[in-house]
Every structure is written in structure tokens, then in C-alpha cells.
């Protein structure tokens, strides 16, 4: 249940009879009628707008119109308390027994609490990684990666049919620089004497695995072929090599993409065609020029005839090219056939995460969307800007295997993937994050996966010492669930309960904005709450968890931690970071 989605079903009845007495006019539109919890908690338990959009429309101004609203809501038996804020927020303080409600609720339903149905079985293609095949993944890389997966988790519980996706550009130019540098390395494999790597080429040490193997699977046989003969054997095989490592990388961060397109293989099999095909069907395509580049003098540009996208149509700046002069394929031309065949495959919701270097990208990429689904299809990019690597507060900038870039696989086996999930979750995918090496592993509330492990764990051993000093009361979820829960009147208690009855409308706002962040920040919150009571029961012995004279109210309380530990565990599975049972 989600007790703001039922305080909102209370505040449209009322308004509804409100209209039955001619109180209001017929008509009213309840769309942006919203409850929340307030910001400061001191104001109540819950917060809504309703005087406030509504007025307009009623023909009354929002103050009065609260007044009467909140005349109506104090005589609802759930609602203890009702006052007006500023112009007409309306703040509500409930009835403690709609959070034992809730409480019970999460015992019945265990870690699977805060699910929802909003999707509706709706399908959902969320693309992310995505990075070129020419290296390992990066720590940046590792940002995107950690937000789509997340991102897929969130809207698969709110109830969306997910699948996820990695688009392997492998069509483009730098394939063939990197199959140049693996050759390179195929050669000293050999036996060849390589000095400096020519200027133009990958010059990682990863690559030497990669012409080590080839060597092994083909021998001399191209040593003294010509290019055009070993360059596709070399770029397939290498190609597969750093793909097989991606997915290795992918696996060790818990990462796992059901699907994999390449696009060489869409190129080939004409799927660009078919983009023309559709966009010329449509009128959508003309001979034209373009305008020089912003900062280009006139004489420094030369105006060729191409064949434009009419993308202004859609909401683009420009009109966009889709072969350059050289009659080939714009990278455009082949993103809108990637775009077009997810569409094709069932997906008109579509979800890119992409790296800060993409942005200028998204008018385009959204535009032909548009076009090529006639409406039918919506492209929403997430862009994740850069994280800068640290130790101790000084940036880390070398890696041992890559040369230039510190990989992924690196940051994981020092640090772990729980905490590489966690830390690339705490600020805004559109925010820049500082990544310290040393700050994420501290046992400090400063270090908000600690303090949310610790949460968890706390939970946890909480309910272990309960099964030896109080072995008489059941730990099972079922039967705490059916506990008497009213002796639960303490504030801390009645604000952990408060707390966690968030996670359900959390799901939802979470999902429906595309921000698995503010996951992170809920968890950090509850975990706050939960620290916060043990803390007082350690200066007030009445306040602990486990009083071995009391079992009434210690089942009671035991059923409050381990519904904590529910939530908790279902908000950081929802981040693929596995719950700590105990911390060490």
C-alpha cells in the first residue's frame, strides 16, 4: 500500500463532495493534485498542493479554499491534525495506526514492499555502457554503467517490462585502428622487435594479450599478407577479444545486459537503407548545404550539397546530414537505424545513457525518433558527466595495464563492486562525482555506503542476539507481522515507521523522473532514522531494542528492525548491492 497515494484518494473525496454541495464547480481537474511528505518533518506527516492548483479553476483564491478543505479533513478519523501553510500548503499529521498498518504490510511483503504496477507491463529498452570495443572500461565508464543498470532495476519494480541492452560500436573507424595496433602486437607476439608505438595507434599493454592469442590461433599465416587481406580477420578477432573482456568487466561490477547489437552486423544488413527508405516515404529528406560551423570564416568553408534530415520539423536546431561528401554514412545515419530497429523490435520507450560528451547529440538523436516512429516512439537520454578518480584527495591519473586511464576492473578488485555501485549512485547522473579511493572504504557516517551497510547490519544483528536473549518471542516475518504494534508511541519509532512507508512513493517518483539517485538519498535518510533510535536506546535504557521484561513491547520492536532490514535490503538490491549482514 502507499499511504501518500491513500491521502491523496482522501483528499479527492473530499473535494469531490465538496463539488456534490455545490462547494466547488463541476469539472475540476484532480491531475496535479500531489502529496508528499514535507520537507521539514516538524510541519506533519504529509503535504499537499491541492488548494494550490486547484484554485484557479475552482474561481476561489488558494487560502480560502484550503480553510474549507481542511475543515473536511480534520473530521477523517485517519487524520489527527491539519494546518495551512504559506498561500494554502496544506500539512497533515495522521493517525499512528495508518503506520503500524504500513509496518505490518512490509512483514507481509518482505524485501518485495514498494512494489508497484505503475508500469503496467509497458516495455522499456534502457541502452547503456555502450563504449567503443577498442579498450577496457574505464572508472567513467563504470558511471554509466552503475545508472542504467540501476535505472533498469527501478523501473522493473515499478512494474515495467526491462530489457537491457549494449550497442558495440564496432562500424566505425577507430575498429580499424585498433585492429592496426593489435596487428602490431600480433608481430611481437612473433617475435618482431616493436619499439615506440607509431603515433595514431592504441599503445595500451592490454593489447599484448590480444596479439599473444591471435598468434597462438593463426601463427605466421599473416605476417606477410597484405592489409587488405588480414585486416577484417584482425578487427573481428580483436573486436571479440575486448568484447569478451568488456563482458567480463560487466560481470565483476554485477552488470548483466540481455542483449548485445552490433553495429556492423545492422550496417550490413541494410538497416541504414531502411532509415532513408522511411524518412524519404515521409518527405523527410532533401538535397541541401549547411551553414558554416560557428567560429568559421566564410572563406574557410567550403558549402557541398548533401542529403539533409529535415530534423528542424522536430524539434532539432539544424537540419542534420546523413551521408557525408563522400556519399558514406553519417555515425547519425547508423544511430537512427540502431534507434529504428529497437522500435521495430517493440520498444517505443527508449532509454540512452550517455557520456558527458554526447549532449550536443540529443536534439538530433530525439528528432529522428520522432519522425521514424510517427510519434509512436520516445527516445529519453540520461547524460552522466565525468568522475574524477582520487586517493586522499589527490587525483589518480595512471593505470598499470591501460597507460593513460584507470580501468575499471582496477577500481573494483581494490575497492569492491558493492562500493563502486553505491558511490556512483550518491550525487545526480548529471553532476560531477569525485571518486576517493580512500573516503569510500572509511566506517564513517560520512561514507554513505558504510552507513547504510551498517544499517542493514545492524538490523541484522539486532535480530541474531534477539534469538538467543529472548528465544521465547518468533522472528518470523508472518508472525511480526500480526504483533500487536500499539505500544509503538515513542517519536523516534513513529519516525522510522514514517520513514520507510516513503519507499513505495519513492519507486515511483524515482522511476518515473529516471533518477535512481534518489534512491540512494532515501536509503541514506532511513538509515539515519534507524542509527538515530539505537542511539537513544544506549542513554535511555527504556528506548532498546530488546527488553528480555518486556516481550510485548520487544516483539513490537523487533518487527519495526526487521522491517527496517526489508527495506533496506530491497532499496540496495534495487541498487545490485548485495545487504551486509554483519559488518567486519
Known amino acids: 500500500m502507499n499511504v501518500f497515494k491513500q491521502v491523496k484518494g482522501l483528499i479527492e473525496d473530499q473535494l469531490a463532495a465538496m463539488v456534490a454541495a455545490g462547494e466547488l464547480p463541476d469539472g475540476l481537474d484532480f491531475g496535479r493534485v500531489g502529496v508528499e511528505p514535507p520537507r521539514d518533518p516538524s510541519h506533519g506527516d504529509v503535504a499537499s498542493n491541492a488548494a494550490m492548483v486547484l484554485a484557479k479553476q475552482a474561481g476561489r483564491k488558494p487560502r480560502e479554499l484550503g480553510e474549507a478543505l481542511a475543515a473536511r479533513l480534520r473530521q477523517l478519523d485517519e487524520v489527527q491534525a491539519v494546518d495551512l501553510a504559506g498561500p494554502g500548503f496544506i500539512n497533515m499529521r495522521l493517525d499512528p495506526a495508518i503506520w503500524r498498518s504500513e509496518l505490518a504490510e512490509i512483514l507481509r511483503l518482505g524485501s518485495a514492499y514498494g512494489g508497484s504496477n505503475m508500469g503496467q507491463g509497458r516495455r522499456v529498452n534502457v541502452e547503456y555502457v555502450s563504449a567503443n570495443p577498442t579498450g577496457p572500461l574505464t572508472v567513467g565508464h563504470a558511471r554509466g554503467a552503475v545508472v542504467g543498470d540501476a535505472l533498469a532495476s527501478l523501473l522493473a519494480k515499478a512494474g515495467y517490462d526491462v530489457v537491457r541492452e549494449y550497442y558495440i560500436n564496432d562500424a566505425g573507424a577507430q575498429v580499424d585502428v585498433l585492429a592496426r595496433s593489435a596487428y602490431l602486437r600480433y608481430r611481437e607476439a612473433l617475435g618482431e622487435e616493436i ?5 595514431g595507434l592504441y599503445p595500451g599493454l592490454y593489447l599484448k594479450d590480444v596479439g599473444a592469442a591471435l598468434a597462438a590461433r593463426d601463427g605466421e599465416k599473416w605476417l606477410q599478407a597484405e592489409e587488405v587481406e588480414w585486416l577484417p580477420v584482425v ?7 575486448m568484447m569478451d573482456r568488456v563482458r567480463d568487466d560487466l560481470k565483476a561490477l554485477g552488470v548483466h545486459q540481455e542483449v548485445f547489437s552490433s553495429e556492423r552486423d545492422l550496417v550490413e544488413s541494410g538497416g541504414v537503407d531502411a532509415v532513408l527508405e522511411t524518412l524519404d516515404a515521409r518527405g523527410l529528406t532533401y538535397i541541401g548545404t549547411l551553414e558554416p560551423p560557428k567560429g568559421k570564416l566564410p572563406d574557410d568553408w567550403e558549402a557541398t ?3 539533409l534530415f ?8 539544424v537540419d542534420r546530414p546523413l551521408k557525408k561528401s563522400d556519399g558514406s554514412w553519417t555515425y547519425f545515419s547508423n544511430d537512427l537505424a540502431y534507434h529504428l530497429d529497437k522500435f521495430r523490435r517493440g520498444f517505443p520507450i527508449m532509454i540512452d545513457v550517455w557520456g558527458a560528451d ?3 547529440h540529443i536534439k538530433r538523436m530525439q528528432a529522428g525518433v520522432d519522425a521514424l516512429s510517427e510519434g509512436g516512439g520516445r527516445l529519453d537520454v540520461r547524460i552522466c558527466q565525468f568522475v574524477t578518480l582520487m586517493r586522499g584527495g589527490e587525483p589518480v591519473r595512471m593505470s598499470k595495464r591501460a597507460g593513460t586511464f ?6 573494483i578488485d581494490e575497492v569492491g563492486k558493492d562500493v563502486v555501485r553505491f558511490i556512483m549512485l550518491t550525487r545526480k547522473n548529471d553532476a560531477t562525482l569525485e571518486f576517493d579511493l580512500e573516503k569510500v572504504t572509511e566506517q564513517s557516517r560520512d561514507n554513505p555506503v558504510f552507513y547504510v551497510q551498517y544499517a542493514h547490519a545492524r538490523c541484522r544483528s539486532v535480530l541474531r542476539h534477539a534469538a538467543s536473549e529472548v528465544p521465547q518471542v518468533s522472528l518470523d516475518a508472518a508472525a511480526l507481522a500480526s504483533v500487536r504494534l500499539d505500544c509503538l508511541t515513542d517519536s523516534g519509532e513513529i ?3 514514517r520513514r520507510l512507508a516513503e519507499w513505495p512513493r519513492l519507486i515511483e517518483s524515482a522511476a518515473e523522473a529516471y533518477e535512481p539517485h534518489r534512491v540512494a538519498f532515501y536509503l541514506y535518510d532511513l538509515a539515519a532514522a534507524l542509527h538515530g533510535l539505537w542511539t537513544r536506546g544506549k542513554e535511555d535504557a527504556s528506548l532498546r531494542f530488546l527488553l528480555p521484561d ?3 513491547l520487544t516483539t513490537a520492536r523487533l518487527a519495526l528492525v526487521q522491517a527496517a532490514a526489508f527495506v533496506l535490503a530491497s532499496g540496495l538490491q534495487t541498487f545490485g548491492v548485495e545487504p551486509a549482514e554483519e559488518m567486519r
Open 305 to 307: 550539397p548533401l542529403l
Open 235 to 241: 578487427r573481428r578477432f580483436a573486436i571479440d577479444s
Open 406 to 411: 584507470v580501468t575499471l576492473r582496477e577500481v
Open 550 to 552: 518486556s516481550p510485548e
Open 358 to 360: 554526447h549532449g550536443g
Open 195 to 199: 619499439d615506440e608505438i607509431p603515433e
Open 495 to 497: 519516525a522510522l515507521m
Open 310 to 317: 529535415r530534423s528542424t520539423q522536430f524539434g532539432d536546431d
